[in-house]
T-cell receptor, first 116, second 116 residues
Framework: AQKVTQAQTEISVVEKEDVTLDCVYE???????LFWYKQPPSGELVFLIRRNSFDEQNEISGRYSWNFQKSTSSFNFTITASQVVDSAVYFC?????????????WGLGTSLAVNP | EAQVTQNPRYLITVTGKKLTVTCSQN?????MSWYRQDPGLGLRQIYYSMNVEVTDKGDVPEGYKVSRKEKRNFPLILESPSPNQTSLYFC???????????????FGAGSRLTVL
């Protein structure tokens, strides 16, 4: 069975610290997609990134970076020099690309608090 | 502006009083979906629709109905709401999902429903 784990329920950092949010996707599938979504205090869900399991290159977008390691089934998200506006709940959501159950599998989220 | 619009955003109702949460998207998306979000349980899919007149159950469909008569609209109907349906509800849409691929979901702002 497929399982996504975001082991960190809550993280609190001080502004300008770097912070890494962990995501582990246990699956026997060889192909899948991985998504991250952000839910700020205002409540809406915002897409951050989608990666294909074939692509293990790290992705960087401004202060955000993602590190995918297929060998460990991890797709970690790092915020460099965090800011108060980064305070949100972050969801990792794999998407199996095989079989009949092709839909997002939502992690329970990591609540990040960035304090001034 | 491309968006998914949900109404109402907030609603307090009583047990048994039928209600409908509307969802409309202006992106000509084929796929639409309803989720509920509860503390400790994350996002769970209620129903989804691959296209007009095509709907299917998600993980927690009991107590809900949906319809997809037009491409842009996907209302969520609670025929006889109960207190355990108190939750935060999200509508989302994307271009084709499932076997056709893993496309980015655009979410509505959420509807907070309280059933007394």
């Amino acid at each position: 069975a497929q399982k996504v784990t975001q082991a960190q329920t809550e993280i609190s950092v001080v502004e300008k610290e770097d912070v890494t949010l962990d995501c582990v996707y246990e699956t026997r599938d060889t192909t899948y997609y991985l998504f991250w979504y952000k839910q700020p205090p205002s409540g809406e869900l915002v897409f951050l990134i989608r990666r294909n399991s074939f692509d293990e290159q790290n992705e960087i977008s401004g202060r955000y970076s993602w590190n995918f390691q297929k060998s460990t089934s991890s797709f970690n998200f790092t915020i460099t020099a965090s800011q108060v506006v980064d305070s949100a709940v972050y969801f990792c959501a794999p998407f199996p690309n095989a079989g009949n159950n092709r839909k997002l599998i939502w992690g329970l989220g990591t609540s990040l608090a960035v304090n001034p | 502006e491309a968006q998914v619009t949900q109404n109402p955003r907030y609603l307090i109702t009583v047990t048994g009083k039928k209600l409908t949460v509307t969802c409309s998207q202006n992106m000509n998306h084929e796929y639409m979906s309803w989720y509920r979000q509860d503390p400790g349980l994350g996002l769970r899919q209620i129903y989804y629709s691959m296209n007009v007149e095509v709907t299917d159950k998600g993980d927690v469909p009991e107590g809900y109905k949906v319809s997809r008569k037009e491409k842009r609209n996907f209302p969520l109907i609670l025929e006889s709401p109960s207190p355990n349906q108190t939750s935060l509800y999200f509508c989302a849409s994307s271009s084709r999902q499932g076997r056709a691929g893993a496309n980015v979901l655009t979410f509505g702002a959420g509807s907070r429903l309280t059933v007394l």
